[in-house]
Protein backbone atom coordinates (compact mmCIF):
# COMPACT_ATOMS: atom_id res chain seq x y z
CA UNK A 1 0.00 0.00 0.00
CA UNK A 2 0.98 3.57 -1.27
CA UNK A 3 2.14 5.37 2.02
CA UNK A 4 -0.01 8.80 1.88
CA UNK A 5 1.11 11.58 4.31
CA UNK A 6 -0.80 14.37 5.90
CA UNK A 7 0.88 16.91 3.67
CA UNK A 8 -1.03 15.61 0.63
CA UNK A 9 -4.62 14.69 2.43
CA UNK A 10 -4.28 18.46 3.32
CA UNK A 11 -3.03 19.55 0.17
CA UNK A 12 -6.32 17.56 -1.69
CA UNK A 13 -8.74 18.71 1.05
CA UNK A 14 -7.38 22.95 0.19
CA UNK A 15 -7.96 22.13 -3.42
CA UNK A 16 -11.15 20.54 -3.15
CA UNK A 17 -12.62 21.01 -0.01
CA UNK A 18 -13.47 18.01 0.57
CA UNK A 19 -13.29 16.37 4.29
CA UNK A 20 -10.20 14.80 5.71
CA UNK A 21 -11.48 11.18 5.26
CA UNK A 22 -12.77 11.75 1.44
CA UNK A 23 -9.40 13.05 0.72
CA UNK A 24 -7.39 10.51 1.98
CA UNK A 25 -9.73 7.63 0.87
CA UNK A 26 -9.67 8.77 -2.24
CA UNK A 27 -5.78 8.78 -2.27
CA UNK A 28 -5.19 5.72 -0.64
CA UNK A 29 -7.73 4.67 -4.01
CA UNK A 30 -5.21 6.38 -6.19
CA UNK A 31 -2.46 4.61 -4.91
CA UNK A 32 -1.24 8.49 -4.15
CA UNK A 33 -2.43 9.79 -7.80
CA UNK A 34 -2.92 13.68 -6.66
CA UNK A 35 -5.60 14.28 -10.24
CA UNK A 36 -6.59 10.84 -10.32
CA UNK A 37 -7.55 11.08 -6.27
CA UNK A 38 -9.59 14.19 -7.76
CA UNK A 39 -11.21 12.12 -10.26
CA UNK A 40 -12.24 9.96 -7.67
CA UNK A 41 -14.08 12.70 -5.72
CA UNK A 42 -15.70 13.91 -8.55
CA UNK A 43 -17.52 11.17 -9.60
CA UNK A 44 -18.65 10.86 -5.94
CA UNK A 45 -20.39 14.11 -6.57
CA UNK A 46 -21.64 12.44 -10.06
CA UNK A 47 -23.22 9.97 -7.77
CA UNK A 48 -24.79 12.18 -5.40
CA UNK A 49 -26.48 14.88 -7.72
CA UNK A 50 -27.44 12.10 -9.70
CA UNK A 51 -29.08 11.12 -6.47
CA UNK A 52 -30.42 14.56 -5.86
CA UNK A 53 -31.31 15.59 -9.18
CA UNK A 54 -35.25 15.91 -8.72
CA UNK A 55 -34.28 18.07 -5.36
CA UNK A 56 -35.32 21.49 -4.92
CA UNK A 57 -32.19 23.96 -5.02
CA UNK A 58 -34.09 26.67 -4.15
CA UNK A 59 -31.66 28.34 -1.30
CA UNK A 60 -28.19 29.95 -2.24
CA UNK A 61 -26.59 33.28 -3.11
CA UNK A 62 -27.29 35.87 -5.39
CA UNK A 63 -24.55 38.39 -6.14
CA UNK A 64 -23.41 41.12 -9.19
CA UNK A 65 -20.43 43.02 -9.91
CA UNK A 66 -18.80 45.17 -12.34
CA UNK A 67 -16.03 45.82 -14.00
CA UNK A 68 -13.24 48.72 -13.21
CA UNK A 69 -13.98 50.74 -16.15
CA UNK A 70 -18.00 49.98 -15.25
CA UNK A 71 -19.18 49.19 -18.61
CA UNK A 72 -20.11 46.12 -18.13
CA UNK A 73 -21.51 44.18 -15.11
CA UNK A 74 -22.81 40.58 -14.54
CA UNK A 75 -24.87 38.98 -12.17
CA UNK A 76 -25.21 34.75 -10.85
CA UNK A 77 -27.12 33.47 -8.45
CA UNK A 78 -25.13 29.74 -7.15
CA UNK A 79 -28.05 27.16 -5.86
CA UNK A 80 -27.94 24.78 -3.12
CA UNK A 81 -30.63 22.98 -1.23
CA UNK A 82 -30.47 24.58 2.32
CA UNK A 83 -29.84 28.02 3.75
CA UNK A 84 -27.30 26.22 6.30
CA UNK A 85 -24.76 25.48 3.44
CA UNK A 86 -25.62 29.02 1.51
CA UNK A 87 -24.08 30.81 4.24
CA UNK A 88 -20.94 28.17 4.75
CA UNK A 89 -17.87 30.61 3.67
CA UNK A 90 -16.60 28.34 1.25
CA UNK A 91 -20.06 28.28 -0.70
CA UNK A 92 -19.99 32.15 -1.03
CA UNK A 93 -16.38 32.43 -2.02
CA UNK A 94 -17.01 29.92 -4.72
CA UNK A 95 -20.28 31.53 -6.20
CA UNK A 96 -17.75 34.97 -6.27
CA UNK A 97 -15.42 32.89 -8.28
CA UNK A 98 -17.69 32.16 -10.22
CA UNK A 99 -18.96 35.44 -10.72
CA UNK A 100 -15.42 37.29 -11.17
CA UNK A 101 -14.82 34.49 -13.77
CA UNK A 102 -18.03 36.14 -15.50
CA UNK A 103 -16.80 39.57 -15.36
CA UNK A 104 -13.71 39.24 -16.77
CA UNK A 105 -14.79 37.25 -19.70
CA UNK A 106 -18.52 38.22 -20.07
CA UNK A 107 -19.69 35.00 -21.67
CA UNK A 108 -22.18 34.92 -24.45
CA UNK A 109 -25.08 32.13 -22.21
CA UNK A 110 -24.73 30.68 -19.07
CA UNK A 111 -23.80 27.31 -20.89
CA UNK A 112 -20.33 28.88 -21.98
CA UNK A 113 -19.68 29.97 -18.72
CA UNK A 114 -20.27 26.70 -17.31
CA UNK A 115 -17.43 25.20 -19.66
CA UNK A 116 -14.53 27.88 -18.59
CA UNK A 117 -11.42 27.31 -16.54
CA UNK A 118 -11.59 28.65 -13.00
CA UNK A 119 -8.10 28.96 -11.44
CA UNK A 120 -7.83 25.30 -10.37
CA UNK A 121 -7.90 23.96 -13.63
CA UNK A 122 -11.54 22.77 -13.38
CA UNK A 123 -14.48 24.02 -15.85
CA UNK A 124 -16.96 25.29 -14.04
CA UNK A 125 -19.01 22.60 -13.90
CA UNK A 126 -16.88 20.21 -13.43
CA UNK A 127 -16.36 22.44 -9.91
CA UNK A 128 -19.96 21.96 -9.27
CA UNK A 129 -19.87 18.12 -9.91
CA UNK A 130 -16.78 18.11 -6.92
CA UNK A 131 -18.42 20.48 -4.80
CA UNK A 132 -21.84 18.74 -5.13
CA UNK A 133 -20.03 15.49 -3.71
CA UNK A 134 -18.24 17.37 -1.07
CA UNK A 135 -21.43 19.20 0.45
CA UNK A 136 -23.91 16.55 -0.30
CA UNK A 137 -26.16 18.85 -1.80
CA UNK A 138 -27.74 19.36 -5.42
CA UNK A 139 -25.51 22.82 -6.43
CA UNK A 140 -26.28 24.29 -9.69
CA UNK A 141 -25.54 27.48 -11.54
CA UNK A 142 -29.14 29.31 -11.41
CA UNK A 143 -29.38 33.02 -13.07
CA UNK A 144 -26.49 34.46 -15.02
CA UNK A 145 -27.04 38.29 -16.66
CA UNK A 146 -24.88 40.73 -18.23
CA UNK A 147 -25.51 44.14 -18.77
CA UNK A 148 -23.40 46.60 -20.67
CA UNK A 149 -23.72 50.23 -21.20
CA UNK A 150 -21.67 53.73 -20.79
CA UNK A 151 -22.15 53.34 -17.10
CA UNK A 152 -23.56 50.13 -15.08
CA UNK A 153 -23.67 49.79 -11.34
CA UNK A 154 -24.67 47.19 -9.21
CA UNK A 155 -26.23 46.12 -6.04
CA UNK A 156 -26.89 43.13 -3.72
CA UNK A 157 -29.30 43.32 -0.71
CA UNK A 158 -28.37 42.35 2.42
CA UNK A 159 -28.45 38.55 2.94
CA UNK A 160 -26.99 37.58 -0.65
CA UNK A 161 -30.67 36.15 -1.58
CA UNK A 162 -31.25 39.84 -4.05
CA UNK A 163 -29.16 41.36 -6.73
CA UNK A 164 -29.67 43.95 -9.53
CA UNK A 165 -27.31 45.78 -12.21
CA UNK A 166 -28.35 48.70 -14.25
CA UNK A 167 -27.19 50.27 -17.27
CA UNK A 168 -27.32 54.28 -17.53
CA UNK A 169 -26.53 55.64 -20.79
CA UNK A 170 -23.34 58.23 -19.76
CA UNK A 171 -21.08 57.98 -16.61
CA UNK A 172 -22.56 61.08 -15.78
CA UNK A 173 -25.12 59.02 -14.08
CA UNK A 174 -22.12 57.44 -11.58
CA UNK A 175 -23.64 58.27 -8.18
CA UNK A 176 -27.03 57.46 -9.71
CA UNK A 177 -26.50 53.97 -10.91
CA UNK A 178 -26.45 52.72 -7.07
CA UNK A 179 -29.73 54.29 -6.10
CA UNK A 180 -31.31 53.19 -9.04
CA UNK A 181 -30.29 49.62 -8.89
CA UNK A 182 -31.61 49.72 -5.47
CA UNK A 183 -34.84 50.81 -6.86
CA UNK A 184 -35.06 47.72 -9.40
CA UNK A 185 -34.43 45.41 -6.50
CA UNK A 186 -37.12 47.26 -4.28
CA UNK A 187 -39.60 47.92 -6.66
CA UNK A 188 -38.86 44.70 -9.59
CA UNK A 189 -40.19 46.75 -12.96
CA UNK A 190 -41.23 44.64 -15.54
CA UNK A 191 -39.14 46.81 -18.16
CA UNK A 192 -37.81 49.99 -18.49
CA UNK A 193 -40.49 51.52 -19.85
CA UNK A 194 -44.22 50.84 -21.57
CA UNK A 195 -42.10 50.81 -24.90
CA UNK A 196 -40.32 47.60 -23.79
CA UNK A 197 -42.96 46.27 -22.26
CA UNK A 198 -43.47 42.48 -23.07
CA UNK A 199 -46.87 42.44 -25.89
CA UNK A 200 -47.85 39.09 -24.25
CA UNK A 201 -47.88 41.37 -20.69
CA UNK A 202 -49.69 44.06 -22.55
CA UNK A 203 -52.76 41.96 -23.68
CA UNK A 204 -52.76 40.29 -20.24
CA UNK A 205 -53.26 43.59 -18.27
CA UNK A 206 -56.05 45.00 -21.34
CA UNK A 207 -57.91 41.48 -20.70
CA UNK A 208 -57.75 42.05 -16.81
CA UNK A 209 -59.11 45.42 -17.30
CA UNK A 210 -62.21 44.71 -19.56
CA UNK A 211 -62.95 41.65 -17.29
CA UNK A 212 -62.68 44.12 -13.93
CA UNK A 213 -65.04 46.75 -15.14
CA UNK A 214 -67.60 44.20 -17.11
CA UNK A 215 -67.87 43.15 -13.11
CA UNK A 216 -67.85 46.36 -11.89
CA UNK A 217 -71.27 46.57 -14.46
CA UNK A 218 -69.58 49.07 -16.78
CA UNK A 219 -71.01 49.29 -20.39
CA UNK A 220 -69.57 47.03 -23.09
CA UNK A 221 -68.77 50.30 -25.41
CA UNK A 222 -66.73 51.66 -22.49
CA UNK A 223 -64.33 48.28 -21.47
CA UNK A 224 -61.83 49.20 -23.84
CA UNK A 225 -61.51 53.17 -22.78
CA UNK A 226 -61.42 51.57 -19.15
CA UNK A 227 -59.08 49.02 -19.95
CA UNK A 228 -56.53 51.89 -21.42
CA UNK A 229 -56.51 53.66 -18.79
CA UNK A 230 -55.90 51.00 -16.44
CA UNK A 231 -53.17 49.98 -18.19
CA UNK A 232 -51.56 53.32 -18.12
CA UNK A 233 -51.47 53.12 -14.21
CA UNK A 234 -49.86 49.22 -14.86
CA UNK A 235 -46.94 51.33 -16.65
CA UNK A 236 -46.36 53.80 -13.88
CA UNK A 237 -46.40 51.36 -11.63
CA UNK A 238 -44.48 48.90 -12.88
CA UNK A 239 -41.93 50.36 -15.06
CA UNK A 240 -39.01 51.57 -13.82
CA UNK A 241 -38.76 55.04 -15.43
CA UNK A 242 -42.15 56.14 -14.31
CA UNK A 243 -42.20 54.28 -10.95
CA UNK A 244 -41.87 56.36 -8.20
CA UNK A 245 -38.47 56.96 -6.70
CA UNK A 246 -38.19 55.44 -3.51
CA UNK A 247 -36.15 58.50 -1.91
CA UNK A 248 -38.65 60.83 -3.11
CA UNK A 249 -42.15 59.78 -4.26
CA UNK A 250 -42.86 63.15 -5.58
CA UNK A 251 -40.57 62.52 -8.59
CA UNK A 252 -40.42 59.42 -11.14
CA UNK A 253 -37.35 57.79 -11.64
CA UNK A 254 -36.96 59.33 -15.05
CA UNK A 255 -37.03 62.69 -13.20
CA UNK A 256 -34.65 61.75 -10.69
CA UNK A 257 -32.50 60.90 -13.36
CA UNK A 258 -32.92 64.02 -15.09
CA UNK A 259 -31.87 65.78 -12.07
CA UNK A 260 -28.37 64.31 -11.97
CA UNK A 261 -27.71 65.03 -15.39
CA UNK A 262 -29.98 66.10 -18.24
CA UNK A 263 -30.94 63.46 -20.69
CA UNK A 264 -29.69 60.25 -18.70
CA UNK A 265 -31.47 57.55 -19.19
CA UNK A 266 -31.72 53.79 -18.49
CA UNK A 267 -30.39 51.38 -21.14
CA UNK A 268 -31.11 48.03 -19.69
CA UNK A 269 -31.53 46.17 -16.29
CA UNK A 270 -31.36 43.46 -14.61
CA UNK A 271 -33.23 41.39 -11.58
CA UNK A 272 -32.74 38.48 -9.83
CA UNK A 273 -33.58 37.44 -6.27
CA UNK A 274 -34.42 33.90 -4.59
CA UNK A 275 -37.87 33.12 -3.86
CA UNK A 276 -38.60 37.03 -4.17
Known amino acids: MVKITAAEVNKLRQQTGAGMMDCKKALVEAEGDFDAAIDILRKKGQKVAANRADRESSEGVVLAATTQDAHKGALISLNCETDFVAKNESFVDLAQSILNLAIENTPASKEDLMNMK ?16 VIGEKIELGAYEVVEAPYVASYIHAGNRLAALVGLSAAEGANAGREVAMQIAAMNPVAIDETSVDQEIIEKELEVGRDLARQEGKPEE ?27 GKQSVADYLNSVSKGLTVKDFKRYGLGV
Do not use: C, S
Open 118 to 133: LVDHLTVAEKLLEQTG
Open 222 to 248: MLDRIAQGRLKKFFKENTLMHQAYIKD
